[in-house]
T-cell receptor, first 110, second 112 residues
Framework: SQQGEEDPQALSIQEGENATMNCSYKTSINNLQWYRQNSGRGLVHLILIRSNEREKHSGRLRVTLDTSKKSSSLLITASRAADTASYFC??????????FGTGTKLQVIP | DGGITQSPKYLFRKEGQNVTLSCEQNLNHDAMYWYRQDPGQGLRLIYYSQIVNDFQKGDIAEGYSVSREKKESFPLTVTSAQKNPTAFYLCATRGRSDEKLFFGSGTQLSVL
């Protein structure tokens, strides 16, 4: 079963606009991570936020976490065509099992 | 993808055949994972291993088997019991003091 559900499933924006994707999960977590996947490739880690954090920034990425609502959002500011990819959230309740959401497919139009 | 090698990149399985997907890592990571990804969908956990000679079932282990005889290697066998094996298979690793996963470049398995 998928731990996370992402919304929207697909998103198409113009270059320069901001992109926001949301992730909801079901059980308590230690941390939540976001990954990026280019078509036909492996995933690449973007950012991690711990359960006691509410917001984190890394370059053009901003992640928020609301543990009371069991949800997280990823904001990509000033998007570029190279940001076109699928984005996944992943949750970990401990050191061991890491489960992924369903993903958001982002298309940035030049 | 550096440090994790998945092979082959493409694999074809005949009816009733077992096939084995290779995952090798030189990152000295303790934990290794196998995920299945169907077209346009998320990743589903098949098996994971914390240490050598130990592994646990994930969410969709039926029809799959693994071994962890060496720290560097975590091969996945797709058995004939897996009736719908066509998917993209991803191997990942995680270090002892790290929480993020590192992924290989994947193996696309198709049924002839």
């Amino acid at each position: 079963s998928q731990q996370g559900e992402e919304d929207p499933q697909a998103l198409s924006i113009q270059e320069g606009e901001n992109a926001t994707m949301n992730c909801s999960y079901k059980t308590s977590i230690n941390n939540l991570q976001w990954y990026r996947q280019n078509s036909g490739r492996g995933l690449v880690h973007l950012i991690l936020i711990r359960s006691n954090e509410r917001e984190k920034h890394s370059g053009r990425l901003r992640v928020t976490l609301d543990t009371s609502k069991k949800s997280s959002s990823l904001l990509i500011t000033a998007s570029r065509a190279a940001d076109t990819a699928s984005y996944f959230c992943a949750t970990s309740g401990g050191y061991q099992k890491v489960t992924f959401g369903t993903g958001t497919k982002l298309q940035v139009i030049p | 993808d550096g440090g994790i090698t998945q092979s082959p990149k493409y694999l074809f399985r005949k009816e009733g055949q077992n096939v084995t997907l290779s995952c090798e890592q030189n990152l000295n990571h303790d934990a290794m994972y196998w995920y299945r990804q169907d077209p346009g969908q998320g990743l589903r956990l098949i098996y994971y291993s914390q240490i050598v000679n130990d592994f646990q079932k994930g969410d969709i282990a039926e029809g799959y088997s693994v071994s962890r005889e060496k720290k560097e290697s975590f091969p996945l066998t797709v058995t004939s019991a897996q009736k719908n094996p066509t998917a993209f298979y991803l191997c990942a690793t995680r270090g002892r003091s790290d929480e993020k996963l590192f992924f290989g470049s994947g193996t696309q398995l198709s049924v002839l």
